[in-house]
């Protein structure tokens, strides 16, 4: 039942993210990415992480894609570089050239991990991955790691607001 | 078996009470704005046959049947597979919303317990957001897939509010969250049965009144209810749904009213009370459950008495013969509505009297009681929605934005960083 | 604590950087206000001065004060501490310092009081004050070498002063880099003293323990053969020497010390009169017991300050401009000072420190008024009759110059009657007939001294007016605030003289036997009684022949002098021009350093070597950027691919290694 | 065996995306769509962690690890499309192709 539930999440996220790159409209490429990332949120709920997997849905899909469509909305991005871009065959063999080596050893040294390694999965504690022993061990163990994320989004916001109100 | 049933059951009837919503806020909108402005209201439409109208409820009937039966017409200079897709989109991230609303305390049924929502989880008001924060999509696509410009425009400001007040949303329930420690409905629920200072129930309106504000108002920012309906904005700008008709418009208009109707919900659930009956919490009803019910009964016998009188009195048109559709309207709803339900009411009241209750039966009751206080607060927020839109003006679009980002959002947060002190006195 | 020597320079110090940070953050406005400056521009020296007195009472009772601030460095053979001590000798030049200087610092708040640079004025004034008492104080050879520098860094600042004008600009450059000639030479015999003690393996690190050192287990070390047949001693003395001849305007290297004129007239009385140039002796002083063995060191600084005295008195005769007469006139009583240190007489030569200090601050301070009552005049042929016009600055200058040319019973009688004395009786060492020799030209030149200095009293306050009508009408006494510090320093110019009256006079000469208290060495010992009634018979007599001379030449037969000029010829001209120094260095020194250093240094080595490397690595590294340009495209998809390759690169060598 | 109880199902998916995503870079000159890969790029680093760190060391630090990197993404997306809206306005495009200033 639930290997099921993966099957139909990754090939989605797959799919998806496939057509994303395919899409010649930006727009959307990006609504095919939002639903890769839905569907990868339902791979890490698969993966006893439920917080994370609402978090994903929150900010990948709810703030990041929405921001990132806005902004295409708002440059109407498409029009402007539709009519030029055309994946030639030259782009193409560039992009196998790379993407199936580089896949392929990926793809190799994934089957090789599971010969060497042990998976654990009986020892899980029952509260794993919920919210409360999420938040426990953020502010307790990765309190500075957090501290500091929330200095770099406070750093970001500033940076938006100058580059936003800069007359180029 | 029973597990799976319960499964299915569960959505369902969450999905069937927020349908259910649907036509009673149509109906109150309709009604209400009517009655704000002195009017009598639709009240045309009748069931062919019967001749009933039931107070301009068969309106929502024939509106039903005019948008189904309306040609499925697609402009051609719009994005075809978007077009369709956005006000689906629309209803769905509205919809999903519901899952984790309780309506009543869990329900123990001889050793079984059963969450009365959707879903059992404890992410609570975060799955709330993350899937609100879907509903963007509908009202982004719809702009940019009509292939027109006002649509266009609508959308963008639509998507720049819903951004901007969606952070305003989250800020204004973290004091809650602080306040009760934590992010399950249920539990929060449960917190607020307890009293404080022994008087006043511990409700997040007598906790939050800061947070609450903020949250009303994002709120209704957030279903672009007035007045921060900038996405339709009838007299400055056209929506983004102006090339939208029949079904796919009707989506677009049950998905407003949806998210409106869950967001009651949400408020409700979050500051007042949820399915607390006031001074009464879950214990306390089951162990009086057999009094819960005489007065639950007798209260229905009552009102429904006196509903029937009063739609008899309504209908009792002077110089109107039997025959007339009106008369014969009144009178059979007297019964149905009126006095068929308070004798029901009555006989239930004297076996109720004469035997003991036993065994699941209280915990069914106290549950039926939660539900119909549940039900209660939301139709009066329903109420609240409509009843603002018809009172207020609608915002200019920088006054929304300057409200959003300079006062609801430095509000929000220092809401935030003050709960958060007294929390940290008072533990 | 509170009453720790380290207060001296420390209030000094204070005074300077409020100053200088009033001015600095007052700039925009053009300085700070007077008001705000006066305050810590006075009470700084005046502080000091107080707390010096105060030390001086504990050092007169026979103790040595000293504290010691900190570690300054430590070099493992070498160990410095910023530490200050005060003996007898410290003594009477930190009270010269902070008196004179304080009296000094009154007089310049009148004497600027209408420049704009007035907050800038102090902090510098206050800081050569702090450098000078770290100098004077400082308890070894490298502290008093940081006062030494300090004060020349003053010294520079303060004569380009008024920077604005390029020949003044030019005037403190000059000052700045002939001191270093002299320096390098300075610094050289403290490297060498230090590099001696260091392989003898001894722990040195004050003025005492050197003196320990040099007397002691060091005396075969310092007196071993280093060039030829000098010794160690004497190449660190001919060394240190080159220093004090910069510092203290001895020939070759008095040239800068004329053209410091250029400073502020307060600057040139405190400076380039009392204080920083007597440094020298000074240090001669301190370091007695290095000096007294080297005595051929010794008998080379006797005859070149004899020959300073002599050759810079003549120039003296044949100048015009008032301030000239006494910068020369400077130099040639520091020739004074130095034949007096060079014989062996340290605590004399510190005597006529102590007493030119007074006369010659007095003459200076009265020359500035002079020159600020006829407006900014210099020129002595432009004066005249003044003394009814400004009658404090005259008598007071008159008292002065009565000091100066060695009348008694005025200071200069007494020290300079020391210093012929002590000439007969040189170090034992001294080749023979070098005595009598220093003593006749030390003769010639205080009649010199004599007459110059009372042509100038004749040609400025006497006689007939030579003032332009229109400047004359303007012409005022100076107020009380500069005629109040000349006051002071003429009633001491003209009874500090008594605190040395010497044996032969009947006196018990109270200074000198308190300067021995520090300076104690056989050598010196030796001048203890010197001096006979003929000879003071003879100085005397010198004194008033050169000022009756004067009188005669310049009031009495008013042509004589220019017949004199006129019979004289081309040598009159060359002594009015000052012998043509300054021509000589730049056509022997400095035209020829200036050319080879463009012919070898620009031409050759700057352009063709050091340009030329330059060159070769940057268009080395631009031939390079230019290959490697070729692969920033600018285009950030070119990037990636490098980078994928490198990852695929990367992940293969780790499944090889695997 | 249930794919479920080994992390190399997981990884392979994530494996797969980040290649789409390298692949998707190179491939297009959209600069917002390049941008898009490199978030497909993240959430399949997001992906591995969660899979290594569940399934090999049966421990959170990977979800902690997604969360900060979550908090990272919105701040570099943020800034990026601001810096996206900028180029637009100054060049009126956003084909990579086309912004080739600091060129050698």
Known sequence: MESLLFWFFSVIAVVSAVLMVCFRNPLMGALSLAISFLATAGLFALMTGPFVAIMQVLVYAGAIMVLVIFVIMLLRADEASLDRERIGPFRFALGALIGLPFGGFLLVAVGNFGGKVEAATSALPPDFGSMKSFGRMLFNQYMYPFEIVSILLLVAIIGVVVLAKRDF | ?427 | MADSIAWIPGVLLLGAAVNGLLTLCSAHRGGPKKGMVIPFALGAPWIAFALSVMAFFKVKGGEVLSTSLYQWFDGTLFTVDVAFQMDSLSAVMILVVTGVGALIHTYAVGYMSKDPGFGRFFSYLNLFTFFMSILVLGSSPLLLFVGWEGVGLCSYLLIGFWWKDGAKAQAGSKAFIVNRIGDVGFVLGVLLIISTVAASGKSVHDFASLEAFATGDGKAALESPFIGSFSVVEVAGFLLRLGAFGKSAQLPLYVWLPDAMAGPTPVSALIHAATMVTAGVYMVARLHFLFVMAPTAMAFVAIVGALTALFAATIGIAQNDIKQVLAYSTVSQLGFMFAAVGVGAFSVGIFHVVTHAFFKALLFLGAGSVIHGPHEEQDMRKMGGLIKIMPITGWTMIIGSLALSGVPPFSGFFSKDEILASTLHPHPAFPGGIGPILYVILTIASLCTAFYTFRMVWLTFFGESRVDPEVRKKAHESPAIMTLPLVILAVGAAAIGFLGVPHALGGHNVFGSFVRQTVTSEVEAAHEGSGALLLVGIAVAIAILGVLTSYWFYRVRPSIPGRLFAGLGGFGRLVASAYRVDALYAKTIVNPLTRSAKRIFYEVIDVRFVDGLVNFFGSFTKGLAGLMRLFQTGAVRTYVFFMMIGAILLVWSVFSWS | MDVLDRPEGFLMVAAVLFVIGVVGFILRRNLIVLFMCVELMLNAVNLTLMAVARYVGASMEGQIMVFLVMAVAAAETAVGLAVVIAIYRKRATVDVDDMTVMNG
Not at chain 2, 247 to 267: D, R, S
Request: charged letters at 15%.
């Open chain 2, 1 to 427: 078996m029973t597990e799976a049933l319960v499964l299915i059951l569960r959505p369902l009837g969450a999905l069937g009470f927020f349908m259910t919503l649907i036509p009673i806020m149509i109906w109150f909108e309709r009604k209400g704005c009517a009655f704000i402005q002195d009017r009598v209201g639709p009240n045309r439409a009748f069931i062919p046959g019967l001749g009933l109208r039931l107070a301009g409820f068969v309106h929502n009937l024939a509106d039903v049947v005019k948008l189904v039966t309306k040609e499925d017409f697609i402009p051609a200079f719009a994005h075809r597979g978007l077009y369709i897709a956005a006000p689906m989109l629309s209803m769905a991230a509205a919809l999903l919303t519901y899952a984790v609303i309780p309506f009543a305390d869990d329900l123990t049924l001889g050793s079984v317990t059963f969450a009365l929502r959707a879903v059992d989880t404890d992410l609570g008001i975060l799955f709330i957001f993350a899937f609100s924060s879907l509903a963007v999509y509908g009202v982004v696509l719809a702009g940019y897939a009509s292939g027109s410009k006002y649509p266009l425009l609508g959308g963008i400001r639509g998507t720049a509010q819903m951004i901007s007040y969606e952070v305003s949303l989250g800020l204004s329930v973290m004091g809650i969250v602080l306040i009760f420690g934590t992010v399950d409905l249920n539990e929060i629920c449960r917190v607020q049965g307890q009293l404080l200072f022994g008087v006043v129930p511990k409700w997040g309106v007598f906790l939050q009144p800061v947070g609450f504000m903020l949250y009303l108002f994002a709120a209704f920012a957030e279903t672009n209810r007035s007045p921060f309906d900038m996405v339709e904005g009838e007299s400055e700008i056209v929506g983004f749904h102006t090339e939208y008709s029949g079904t796919k418009f009707a989506l677009f208009f049950m998905g407003e009213y949806v998210a409106m109707a869950i967001q009651a919900a949400v408020i409700v659930t979050l500051f007042f009370g949820g399915w607390q009956i006031p001074w009464l919490p879950t214990s306390a009803l089951i162990e009086n459950a057999s009094q819960v019910l005489v007065v639950l009964l007798g209260a229905i016998a009552v009102g429904a008495l006196g509903f029937g009188v009063l739609l008899l009195r309504f209908h009792r048109w002077n110089k109107v013969r039997w025959q007339d559709e009106r008369k014969r309207e009144g009178i059979i709803l007297a019964i149905l509505l009126g006095f068929g339900p308070a004798i029901t009411a009555l006989l239930g009241l004297t076996i109720v009297l004469s035997t003991d209750l036993s065994g699941s039966v209280p915990n069914v009751v106290a549950s039926v009681a939660q539900f119909l206080a549940f039900s209660v607060k939301v139709l009066f927020f329903c109420w609240v929605f409509i009843w603002v839109r018809w009172t207020l003006p609608r915002f200019r679009y920088d006054q929304v934005m300057f409200l959003g980002w300079k006062v609801m959002l430095p509000l929000g947060l220092l809401n935030l960083v003050v709960t958060a002190g007294l929390r940290l006195l008072w533990l």
